[in-house]
Structures are given as structure tokens and as C-alpha cells.
């Protein structure tokens, strides 16, 4: 974080500033790394004691003095010999200070930011942007996937004056929640990729995850830059909602930023890029995945507006072979077994992505192994949801699928009743019954997907099949 005042920090987050029992003074300096995760502080740094939904941070704040923390942000003041500010709610106050940093250094004239949201790729689109701007200038960009009203202003608080680029990922379970975040950073550059149906149960239904992802573009000004994704029909009517440039990607012939010649393989996917000035590229993307073209190109049309030249942006591109831990990683490798690991979250449309993936990275005379679990947040859509991604198994000749968990029963249930398959599923409780039965059946040659979202936790089961045949 900048070097900012106790006073400042005060003010910045309209709390009551206590010293009692410290030598510090309303005028020290405090610089260090800010955190809600008492583990995670270092001395010198800020600790937020946020109030959760299982647990209360005000009870670790006796663990961040022991580790030396220059500030305590809390809601009620504790006995203990560390300044502390007193706000009436820390998730709101951290969002305070991170607004009041963006604004400090944008004043310095040289930062930049870029916002992303959509219903899938975000994380994989903000890793592939950063990877770009690093070639070219200083970058913060979020850990794993820090995007939601903590996670997003923790990642803003680590911009420093000499940052030229912030790359903010934004996530939202609600409307209204994006468009906070956006407040904050401000972004010179929005990007909206997709509108799904991932976490549309908690939104309350498709409409409402669409007016929430068009936040990211709704507050654009005039001389921003709106980064739309042109295939798809519920993205393409925010460009109606913004005053800003807008800039389209895609696979069709409305994309501004297009990929044609696609050909995808087990190291990932080749494609042509044609930008709006004419120039195109051929680039050799290692990130495994046909559907991560989008977010290519989506980090492609962003980068270009900062400014980054075409043959800069490939290169960064194709040093990228993994977006993100969970995220189709490849693993094993005994017997020429693959390991497909992208369980770190699904919806249908990821979900499907995945399977297509696997269908065509398959090689002649070997077989593919889909370990599916279930897609949480769906809500109503759930259960139909379910019966179209083991429907879609089916089509694309999965020669057998193990589904796991009653969550993801009725996936099962539909492959098996489509009659015309060549191949098989099995349906386990467990992810060790599932690590069982695809340790004793797999064959040399064999590619495995294991696919779930976050909750049903089969990324630590990926991990073990890749661990079993590395």
C-alpha cells in the first residue's frame, strides 16, 4: 500500500482513530501490506477485522499484534496496545481506503486500469492480461481468484506510485455488487465476457445476472473503453448501456479483435488474430482449451488499447501454458495417461466447454474418462442443467463417464438413459470411491477430466489422479 497517515487512513475510511496505550501518533506513517486474514500479516501491515458468516475477525486480531501489525481496522475496540481505527462496518471501510488509494495514484497520472467480469474466464482473462502488461510496466493484478468485495480492494490496496497497471478481476453474487467494485477502480478499460448461468440461482435468474455482469460498463465514461464479447447475445445490448468506446472480440464477422483458424490439440489451441488496424498474428496458445480463445482474445483487445504492440501481446501469450492452478491443467503422464484437472468451479457452460475440450483432444484408439460433479448455483436451471451436460457426454462419444455426488445424480441418470452410446457411466458417493474406480480402470493412452465446481471439491481429487499417474 502507499504510504499513508494513521490520520489519513482515518479519514480515508471515516473511522474514530485510538492510540491508547501506543507510542504511535495520528501522524505515523503505515505502508504495509493490508489483509483481513490474520495469518497473513506482517509487521508493519493492516489488519481488517471482518465479521463473517461462520466466524468473527475481531477474535484474530489478538494473532495479528503478535505478528506485529502497525493497524487494526475494527468495529469495536479491543484491548490492545496497537492503533486501531473504529468504523461502523470493516468490509465497507476497506472499500474506503482502496477508493481513496486508486484515486491518489491515478492523480499521479501514470496508472491504468482494467476491470473484467463475466460468468466464466475471468480469472484465466486477468492471468493472461497481466502477463501481457508485465512486459511492459509495472502490474498488480488479483491472487487467484480475488474478486469480490474483499478480495477486489485488497488486490487494489497493493498498487504502490509506481504501478502503471491495476488489473482488477470482479465477481458478484448479487446486483449492485459489481458496480461497487467499479466505483472503486474506476477502470479505463471494462470487459464483460460472457453471461451464463454460473451462480444464476443466486442472482435469482438469467435477467438479473445480466443486469448485474452490464455494471462493468454502465459507469464507463466517454473517454474509457468497453471490451464486449460480439458472440454473445446477452453481452452484445450492453454496448447500448455505455458512453464508452466499444470494442468487440470474438469468433464472428462482427469481431473487431477476431481468431480464425483455429486448431486444437493436446497442447492447446493455434488461431489467427486479425485486430482493427488489419495486422494479424498466428499464435501458438498453450493454455489448454478451445473456449480460452475468448479470453485471449478479450486480453488481446484490452492490452492493445493500453497501448501494447501486437507482437508484445503474442509473445506474452504463448509463454502462458497453465491459467491458473484447477483450471484445465494437465497432469500424470505414466503410461501416456492424461490428467485433465479443472475442477476448481463449473457451470453448464464451462462444464460443456470442458467436455468439448476432451472430446477433441482425444487421440485414435484411446479413450477419455469424464469425472464430472455437480454445478452448484444453478438454482431452478439445476436439474435441467444436469440432464443437458449428460446429454452432451453422450453426443460427443465420452467412453465413460464416473459422475460423483447425488448433486450431480441426475447427469448420471440421463447418459445412462440415452440409448444410443458406446459408452458407460457409473455414479460413486465419494471422491475416494471415485479415485478408486479410475485408478483400476484406466489404460494407457487414456485421457481423464475431472470437472465440479469448487464445493464438491474433486480439484483435490484431480490433483491425486495426477499425482497416481505422474
Do not use: C
Request: aromatic share 4%; charged share 20%.
Amino acid at each position: 500500500m502507499i504510504a499513508l497517515t494513521l490520520a489519513e487512513i482515518a479519514s480515508a475510511v471515516g473511522g474514530v482513530l485510538r492510540l491508547d496505550g501506543t507510542d504511535a501518533a495520528p501522524d505515523t506513517i503505515v505502508d504495509g501490506p493490508v489483509t483481513t486474514d490474520s495469518r497473513e500479516v506482517v509487521p508493519g501491515g493492516v489488519f481488517f477485522a471482518k465479521r463473517g458468516e461462520f466466524d468473527d475477525g475481531h477474535r484474530f486480531a489478538p494473532a495479528a499484534a503478535e505478528r506485529d501489525a502497525a493497524l487494526l481496522v475494527v468495529e469495536h475496540p479491543l484491548e490492545l496496545a496497537v492503533p486501531q481505527i473504529v468504523v461502523d462496518d470493516s468490509v465497507e471501510a476497506l472499500g474506503a481506503l482502496a477508493t481513496e488509494v486508486v484515486r491518489r495514484v491515478r492523480g499521479l497520472g501514470r496508472l491504468r486500469i482494467v476491470g473484467v467480469t463475466g460468468s466464466n474466464g475471468k480469472t484465466t482473462t486477468k492471468n493472461l492480461i497481466r502477463a501481457v502488461l508485465e512486459r511492459v510496466g509495472p502490474t498488480v493484478a488479483a491472487r487467484k481468484s480475488y474478486n469480490n468485495e474483499v478480495g477486489a480492494p485488497i488486490t487494489m490496496l497493493e498498487i504502490t506510485e509506481d504501478t502503471r497497471y491495476l488489473v482488477a478481476e470482479m465477481g458478484a453474487s448479487a446486483v449492485g455488487e459489481i458496480a461497487r467494485l467499479v466505483r472503486m477502480a474506476r477502470p479505463d478499460v471494462g470487459i464483460v465476457l460472457k453471461v451464463g448461468l454460473a451462480h444464476a440461482g443466486e442472482f435469482g435468474g438469467i435477467e438479473q445476472t445480466v443486469r448485474a455482469k452490464s455494471e462493468m460498463v454502465t459507469d464507463l465514461l466517454e473517454t474509457d473503453v468497453a471490451v464486449l464479447n460480439a458472440d454473445d447475445p446477452r453481452v452484445v445490448p450492453m454496448s447500448g448501456l455505455t458512453a464508452a468506446r466499444v470494442v468487440w472480440f470474438g469468433l464472428g464477422g462482427a469481431a473487431q479483435v477476431r481468431a480464425t483458424h483455429l486448431s486444437v490439440h493436446a497442447r492447446g489451441t493455434d488461431f489467427t488474430v486479425t485486430i482493427p488496424s488489419g495486422e494479424s498474428a498466428r499464435v501458438h496458445f498453450g493454455v489448454l482449451g478451445e473456449h480460452h480463445v475468448m479470453n485471449a482474445l478479450a486480453a488481446i483487445a484490452a492490452s492493445l488499447e493500453l497501448g501494447v504492440p501486437l507482437p508484445v501481446i503474442v509473445e506474452a501469450l504463448e509463454s502462458m501454458t497453465l491459467a491458473e492452478r484447477w483450471r484445465m491443467q494437465v497432469m500424470g503422464g505414466r503410461d501416456g495417461i492424461t490428467v485433465i484437472n479443472d475442477a476448481y468451479n463449473a457451470s453448464p457452460d464451462s462444464m460443456a466447454a470442458a467436455l468439448k475440450t476432451l472430446a477433441q483432444v482425444q487421440a485414435p484408439g484411446t479413450r477419455t474418462i469424464a469425472v464430472l460433479g455437480e454445478m452448484s448455483e444453478l438454482g431452478e436451471f439445476s436439474g435441467e442443467e444436469h440432464d443437458r451436460i449428460g446429454l452432451l457426454a453422450v453426443r460427443l462419444g465420452i467412453s465413460q463417464l464416473v459422475v460423483v455426488g447425488q448433486g450431480a445424480r441426475r447427469l448420471h441418470i440421463s447418459a445412462i438413459n440415452e440409448g444410443s452410446w458406446d459408452g458407460e457411466s457409473t455414479f460413486v458417493e465419494t471422491a475416494d470411491e471415485a479415485f478408486d474406480l479410475v485408478a483400476s480402470m484406466a489404460r494407457p493412452g487414456d485421457t481423464v477430466l475431472v470437472k465440479s465446481s469448487n464445493s464438491a471439491g474433486l480439484r483435490l481429487l484431480g490433483d491425486r489422479l495426477g499425482e497416481w499417474f505422474a
